[in-house]
């Protein structure tokens, strides 16, 4: 994360997970980076970062804020989308004609991907050839 600027970490939260906070949340840890050596460290640091909860539900919310900003981090460093994306080029290639898959996706930066594979697919299959 060292290498990670403010703003890029930021916008790794905001494409990797739909995270709201994601300013708040990448200051913070860019801030707190020496102190945070740990996941329970970082989950802390993400924690007081986030209003402070004065509900169950405002403090569900920040747990969810702890949870996206986990998997942007898992994204990140796996490579996810990258597969992903190897994933749906190849995917054609496993169906019969006329195959079908169903693909779950969990958040805007899997489903874009997604929706954009099946869309050019489609354009490809229209084409003449």
Same mark, same amino acid.
Request: proline fraction near 4%; aromatic fraction near 6%; include cysteine.
């Given at each position: ?48 970062? &986030?209003?402070?909860?004065?509900? =169950? *539900? ?9 949870? %996206?900003?986990? !998997? $942007? ?21 496993? &169906?019969?004609?006329?195959?079908? =898959? *169903? ?9 874009? %991907?997604?929706? !954009? $594979? ?12």
């Amino acid at each position: 994360m060292q290498s990670l600027t403010e703003y890029d970490f930021a916008k790794m939260l905001r494409d990797n997970a739909d995270e709201p906070y994601a300013r708040r949340i990448a200051k913070a840890v860019c801030q707190g980076q020496r102190e945070i050596a740990t996941t329970t460290a970082l989950a802390e640091v993400v924690r007081r970062a &986030l209003p402070q909860a004065v509900s =169950a *539900a405002e403090e569900e919310e920040r747990t969810r804020s702890i949870r %996206r900003t986990f !998997q $942007a981090l898992r994204i990140a460093v796996n490579d996810e989308f990258f597969v992903l994306e190897q994933f749906l080029r190849n995917l054609p290639l496993c &169906l019969r004609p006329n195959g079908r =898959a *169903a693909i779950l996706t969990f958040h805007s930066g899997e489903d874009n %991907r997604v929706v !954009q $594979a099946f869309q050019e697919g489609m354009r490809q299959e229209c084409m003449p050839r």
